[in-house]
């Protein structure tokens, strides 16, 4: 319903209420020097007509004084002489013998065309247009006309009622942009307003997603009169990109509510997902906080050609070999380019260290060892660093080994610690602990550990005994487990010896021709040195060897017989310093 005509339904209502409706003052036009008003008349009932009266002001605020009184109940039309073309502000009511009733005024009209309405945008839906304007503020506007600019003129398209927007279908999706309009106000008079701005919908291009340039620009720009203005959020609007991958649905990429600046100049809108062969599919909406319908561009399309970048990738762990190279296990996330070079960075203490020649064929496969052995201590983070053609860097997380450590704990304990597996990636770890037998066999001691020590208390497990840890990495999405174990770490029962006291170099049994110190454990003795002395303090041997002993030779020759003096010094596993001396007999 337009709302001069609802202004009259309400204003009847109030009659029926103790009102005196008003004349629907339509419109005002300018002739030969008058300014005519048009109107139309309301019924009342509520006594006897005395007249219709017109009023005036210079301003819309007042005052307004009585210009004329009609008496004709059926006028619709009044001049009112302007020969200079003022400005003048009129309003009507009328005057009936109803002293008790109030009487409502019209609206009030100037005298000159209506104000133009203010034209929002273009906007591209659906390959057709949507032009979108705000009304005008003049009251007697009844439609308004939308008009297409050529390069001939200006031709009127359509005219429609109070509605703000206006749909044109059936274009070329090529002459989307190439198209201009405008919106003019009329009124009931044949008043028309000044056209409003020319506006276009927004042409989107893009540049990148070819070659090194991984990153694809959009550019959306807007004609303005014969230049293009690169289209930018302000004032709480909001800027988002739409992005169709691979023929698929739109969807919602990224927004901005200010414009992107690149070393201080405005730039364009990035997209940073473009992978080599997509096909990609743009378009650009302005979301203005006052309006309901946003604003879109027209879609751009491309076909990315880059060149692989590399990519940050998961390094799951390290593990130190027994001859001390590194094993790595990891998951690179797509292709890897054809070309690209990497390193091995060691992070130790406030020094990286970078190895380049260190590994084969990395992002080949889940493994990799480096060629040779690289001195490592606890806490010593690893990670590899990737630069492909383009310059383009990636790097993988940093990775740290586990160290065990063993310590012997009273008469049978052993109590292990060992550094934590850190790999900084989403997931569990866990470690397992192993007894190492003589022949490198693990057997399981203990599994599922979070703890970062353990006990070994078996008594039964043999003077000597060796440990292992494996870390056990779970991806957090549990479908891949990795392992990693640490170095192996020995722990000893205290060295227990015994010296015989006589020995026979031509005895029948190989353990009586020579005098050689007996232990319960030899693996860990340090500092090892035996010594024998003739009577008269003379050396006749010496041995910094356990497994080495005195057959009796000196010189060449067998010793004489007689008796001898030993001295004999070592350093125990548990760090305790033995030292032992007496006599052993020589006999023939």
Not at 110 to 133: A, E, H, K, Y
Not at 276 to 295: H, K, Q, T
Not at 436 to 448: A, F, H
């Amino acid at each position: 319903m337009r709302p001069y005509l609802l202004a009259i339904a309400l204003l009847a209502a109030c009659a029926l209420s103790g009102q005196v409706a008003a004349p629907d003052l339509i419109c005002t036009r300018t002739e030969s020097g008058d300014e005519v008003l048009t109107w139309s008349n309301a019924a009342n009932d509520c006594g006897p007509y005395l007249g219709t009266e017109i009023y005036r002001a210079d301003a819309v605020a007042g005052p307004y004084t009585l210009l004329a009184t009609l008496t004709d109940a059926t006028a619709t039309e009044y001049r009112d002489p302007n020969p200079n073309g003022t400005q003048l502000f009129y309003f009507l009511q009328y005057a009936y013998d109803c002293p008790a009733d109030s009487v409502i005024t019209s609206d009030t009209l100037d005298s000159f065309i209506p104000v133009t309405p203010r034209i929002n945008f273009v906007s591209v839906v659906d390959g057709n247009l949507i032009v979108s304007w705000r009304p005008s503020p003049s009251p007697e506007v009844n439609r308004y006309v939308i008009l297409e600019v050529t390069d001939t003129g200006v031709i009127p398209l359509d005219t429609v009622g109070l509605d703000t927007t206006y749909t044109i279908t059936g274009l070329p999706p090529g002459d989307l942009t190439n198209r201009s309009y405008r919106v003019a106000a009329l009124d009931a008079c044949g008043n028309d307003s000044p056209q409003s701005d020319i506006v276009s919908a927004i042409e989107l291009s893009g540049s990148g997603g070819a070659g090194c340039e991984a990153v694809v620009e959009l550019i959306p720009l807007e004609p303005v009169l014969t230049s293009f203005l690169l289209v930018t959020p302000d004032s709480a609007e909001v800027l988002s990109l739409y992005v169709s991958v691979n023929g698929g649905p739109f969807g919602f990429y990224e927004s901005w509510t200010e414009p992107v600046y690149v070393d201080s100049v405005v730039s364009g809108y990035p997209y940073s997902g473009a992978n080599d062969g997509d096909s990609l599919c743009f378009y650009i909406e302005v979301d203005y906080p006052d309006l309901a319908l946003n604003r879109r561009s027209v879609t751009y399309c491309q076909t990315v050609n880059i060149s692989q970048p590399v990519r940050d990738f998961p390094l799951y762990g390290v593990e130190v070999t027994d001859a001390g190279r590194l094993v790595f296990e990891y998951e690179y996330p797509s292709v890897p380019p054809p070309t690209y070079s990497y390193a091995l960075e060691q992070r130790s203490g406030g020094t990286t260290l970078v190895f380049a020649d260190e590994v084969d064929s990395l992002l080949s496969y889940t493994g990799v060892i480096t060629n040779n052995p690289i001195p490592t201590a606890p806490q010593d983070s690893f990670r590899f660093a990737l630069v492909d053609d383009c310059n383009r860097e990636a790097y993988s997380n940093y990775v740290t080994p586990v160290f065990l450590a063993a310590q012997p704990v009273g008469l049978d304990q052993a109590m292990l610690q060992w550094t934590p597996l850190e790999n900084g990636l989403p997931g569990t770890i866990t470690y397992t602990v192993y007894r190492v037998q003589p022949d490198s066999t693990l057997d399981l001691l203990v599994t599922g550990l979070n703890d970062l020590n353990y006990t070994d208390d078996d008594p039964d497990a043999g003077s000597v005994r060796c440990f292992r840890v494996e870390a056990v990495y779970q991806t957090a999405d549990s479908t891949a487990a990795y392992t990693f174990l640490s170095n192996i770490a020995c722990v000893a029962s205290e060295t227990q010896v015994y010296l015989p006291n006589v020995f026979n170099p031509n005895a029948a049994r190989d353990e009586n021709r020579i005098f050689l110190p007996r232990f319960n454990n030899v693996v860990g003795i340090n500092d090892y040195r035996l010594q024998v002395y003739d009577r008269w303090g003379g050396l006749v041997f010496e041995s910094e060897d356990p497994q080495t002993g005195w057959t009796g030779d000196f010189k060449g020759r067998k010793a004489p017989s007689g008796t001898y003096i030993y001295i004999l010094t070592f350093t125990s596993p548990r760090g305790n310093l033995v030292e032992s001396s007496g006599v052993v007999h020589v006999l023939y």
